[in-house]
């Protein structure tokens, strides 16, 4: 919007609370009416095996995979060179805004010259997905094949008319009325140039028709009607009347098919539907949406059992959020947990014990528990318990239970920005150059000196290093609080071992934190592209050094603890007393509550970056203003793009002070997908992101950082200003007020993106999935209690960890009570859904008959 039209929207500021959530209201229901539906997908793409070899001499392949909401490629892996069963071992995580029916997992074999090979695909109907939650599962590939890749859904209406012919007969007409698509796939990274045409099909008959061609479109609107003759003249009797007969209605269907028109090139087929017409027996007419699916002879002719497998962990959850009065009691029942004796009978710590996955666990715990200060005080009890059942000191905090769960994934949430102005700097120089670091002579290329690599590692590891023991300030307070606890336990635990004080903080914050980030930097938002094959080494044989400088233990030996002979070589640079002397003193500041992170710190905040679609703001009348690929950077302070990535000079900066809103841009302003505007003083900045959960993620963060902005607007154009009006509500003056209200930005920190009510309904949804252990867990506390014997029967509840039963009994009690008073509204809403989704809407649309 203009820079004239800001006084007048902010003067239509609303005072509303700030909601979020993907959900349309229902109407009449005040429950319904607040609901958030909100989708999440973790897990890990682990490896592949027995992969189909090339037929020349070289059979090795560089692989990757990606994972696609229908064939919208939402992630990618790095790249695993010369195998044929490349071990990816990455994670992922990220919020899915929109629906889909399927998630896919593709293998490509990368080609410098040509186009990326498709291997294979694992491809899981979403209703399927809640049968692998949590468990790491091989899949067999299936074939790729360009009949089977489809995605959207389609809007018809069929209708059946009398009509009467010039003789004066009556035969029955068919009335094909396309009306519109919805959520076709992008071609080549562009929106589709989609036509639809429409078949009669039946015994000897085949009539077919074309729509016109929509261009660059990815949610078509046809609006066009089509007429075939069902029975003909001979057939008909006054006995019949407005009905097909039987024996001619059964054996007719309507199919339409969906392409891409290829102009110069082949057209490409994007999906079918087939509708039987004896649909219209009962009626005389029907209408809904179907999805598109894969033409029927697709894949019939490949063989499945021979092109590899893919392991993969994948954990796909919906929530249903209600209104935060609904989670009161749960979440003081969860928010009391640090202060239960014994810890192991708090509320929290019963989920982590009958969840079947930890993990599942302790996300929203950490997160519930960070947001209301208390985690600090919960991992420290948890943390305690661990101590009571270490008794060797060299092992300590090394296992994977709920209190290293819980500080890895708070070192996670907290200490991103710690890890950027700590290790980025030199990871960039890393990753830029082409610095050889091998030192292992079975992986030597031929060429290399080994020595020249052993100094060039040496350079980096020092370094990094150097850098890390400097950086005590950056580290944030609720690391140094909750390693100041840690530090103090330990050191009671084991009192007449010196360096255990040590040992326990930099298990976490070198072996958890540094170590992990300096490995895989992309996962931790260090690094916009996964590093190639050689970078990646290189910065495993860091990472391997660094977290063995830090282990207090292996410092205080005569040698190291590596099992390769040359890392054993090369570690004997480093044992000197000034590296002993500056991991002591770097944890000795990190562990001490006089230490914090500086406040009001002068450097901003780094929040987000990546590569996206600008459209260009120039001003001219004359020329097409086309979209330019520019790196975008998201600070706590300003949104810049430039050229390329790392260039230090801004074609453009908006201050977020300035950010009036941050709002989805609709399709058919430029006809292209997963675009959003940032509106500010001067004119709106329209980009286009990669893919759906990209889009979603800049919106998301962008409305966080702008959120307390004193200018924001209430309402904004949900389409662009162009050819002198807006193209939604057809205002001709650019400094309208908005036709549409704006949405209302995240209620959290912008460096800790925290919903305390979805975390709440997660840890809802996680109690009632568990609800059968937690009844055995319930049986096991009135056994103790009743019974204080032998036990006779310990299969029961020896996995369990009960101290005190009466306690941990009562506290079940409450859990499982609130429990059923959260199941009545989540029923009325299910149900609610459940009829208002009514089998054919756009929401809810028919999936079309197959062959």
């Given at each position: ?304 059992d021979d092109l590899g497998s893919l392991r993969l962990n994948i954990c796909y959850t919906e929530d249903y959020v209600l209104p935060s009065e609904y989670y009161g009691p749960l979440k003081t029942l969860l928010l009391k947990s640090p202060d239960v004796q014994p810890i192991s009978a708090s509320a929290a710590y019963i989920l982590g014990e009958i969840c079947r996955d930890k993990n599942d666990a302790v996300l929203p715990l950490v997160r519930l528990l960070l947001h209301h200060d208390k985690l600090v005080p ?474």
């Open positions: 919007m203009a820079a004239a039209a800001a006084p007048a929207a902010a003067a239509a500021s609303s005072e509303a609370p700030a909601t979020s959530g993907t959900a349309e209201p229902e109407a009449g229901d005040e429950d319904s009416r607040e609901v958030r539906v909100l989708q999440s997908l973790r897990g890990k793409i682990c490896e592949a095996k027995n992969l189909l070899p090339y037929l020349g001499p070289n059979k090795m392949r560089d692989c990757f995979c990606t994972i696609n909401l229908d064939q919208e490629e939402v992630y990618r892996t790095q790249v695993v060179e010369k195998s044929l069963s490349p071990f990816f071992s990455e994670e992922f995580y990220f919020e899915i805004p929109r629906t889909f029916q399927y998630l896919s997992f593709y293998v490509y074999d990368k080609n410098v010259l040509q186009r990326d090979l498709r291997i294979g695909k694992v491809a899981i109907k979403k209703e399927d997905l809640c049968n692998h939650s949590g468990k790491e599962t091989w899949f067999l590939l299936q074939p790729v094949d360009s009949n089977s890749e489809v995605q959207g859904k389609v809007h018809l209406e069929l209708k059946l008319n009398e009509l009467i012919t010039e003789n004066g007969t009556v035969c029955q007409q068919l009335v094909v009325h396309i009306v519109s698509c919805h959520g076709l796939p992008l071609i080549n990274g562009q929106s589709c140039d989609p036509y639809a045409t429409v078949s009669l099909v039946g015994p000897s008959r085949n009539d077919q028709k074309k729509t016109k061609v929509k261009k660059k479109t990815s949610n078509p609107q046809f609006n066009e009607i089509f007429y075939f003759e069902v029975t003909r003249s001979s057939s008909y009797t006054r006995k019949s009347q407005f009905q097909v007969e039987e024996e001619d209605i059964e054996k007719l269907e309507i199919r339409i098919d969906l392409w891409n028109n290829g102009n110069l090139v082949q057209d490409i087929f994007l999906g079918e539907i087939k509708v039987p017409v004896n649909v219209l027996r009962n009626d005389s007419s029907h209408q809904a949406w179907y999805l598109l699916q894969p033409r029927d002879n697709g894949n019939k002719s490949s063989k499945t919960f991992a420290t009890a948890v943390a305690e318990l661990d101590l009571k059942d270490t008794q060797d000191a060299n092992t300590i905090f090394r296992g994977n239970s709920l209190a290293t769960r819980c500080l890895d994934e708070m070192m996670k949430i907290v200490g991103g920005h710690y890890l950027k102005v700590t290790l980025k700097p030199i990871l960039d120089e890393i990753c830029e150059s082409s610095k050889s670091c091998e030192i292992d002579p079975i992986k030597l290329k031929e060429g290399d000196n080994v020595e020249n690599n052993k100094e060039n590692l040496r350079y980096y590891v020092d370094k990094l290093f150097s850098t890390i023991v400097k950086s005590s300030m950056s580290c944030p307070t609720v690391m140094c609080d909750t390693f100041y606890s840690l530090r103090q336990m330990a050191t009671q635990r084991f009192p007449n071992d010196p360096h255990v004080q040590y040992s326990a903080v930099s298990s976490f914050v070198f072996l958890r934190f540094f170590a992990v980030a300096v490995v895989s930097p992309h996962t931790f938002h260090l690094r916009p592209h996964h590093p190639d094959a050689q970078t990646i080494r290189t910065l495993t044989l860091i990472s391997k050094t660094i977290q063995t400088l830090g282990s207090w233990g292996s410092l205080s030996k005569s040698k190291s603890s590596f099992k390769e002979t040359f890392m054993c070589e090369f570690f004997k640079m480093f044992q000197e007393e000034r590296y002993i002397i500056a991991v002591k003193k770097f944890l000795d500041e990190i562990s001490s509550t006089e230490t914090k992170e500086s406040s009001g710190t002068s450097e901003p905040v780094h929040l987000k970056e990546g590569e996206m679609y600008k459209r260009a703001q120039g001003r001219t009348r004359i020329g097409k203003k086309n979209f330019k690929k520019r790196w975008f950077c998201l600070t706590s302070r300003e949104l810049t793009y430039h050229k390329q990535p790392g260039s230090k000079d801004a074609i453009y900066t908006i201050p977020v002070k300035n950010i009036l809103a941050v709002e989805k841009l609709e399709e058919s302003s430029f006809n292209k997908k997963n675009m959003f505007q940032v509106i500010h003083m001067e004119k709106p900045l329209y980009v286009q992101a990669n893919n759906c959960v990209e889009a979603n993620e800049w919106i998301d963060v962008l409305c966080r950082v702008s959120r307390c902005n004193q200018n924001r607007l209430s309402f904004y154009h949900p389409s662009a200003y162009l050819n002198g009006n807006w193209l939604c509500c057809l205002e001709t003056s650019e400094n309208a007020l908005g036709c549409k209200p704006c949405t209302a930005g995240v209620p959290a920190d912008i460096q800790i993106d925290i919903d305390e009510d979805r975390e709440t309904e997660r840890i809802y949804s996680l109690f009632t999935l568990s609800l059968l252990k937690l009844q055995k867990m319930e049986e096991a506390c009135g056994t103790i209690a009743v019974y204080q014997g032998p036990q006779k029967e310990p299969d029961d509840y020896s996995n369990f960890v009960i101290e005190d039963s009466v306690t941990t009994f009562k506290t079940i009690k409450q859990i499982k009570s609130i429990i059923e008073k959260l199941d009545e509204p989540h029923e009325k809403y299910r149900k609610k859904r459940s009829t208002s989704a009514k089998y054919g809407s756009k929401e809810n649309p028919i999936v079309g008959k197959t062959s």
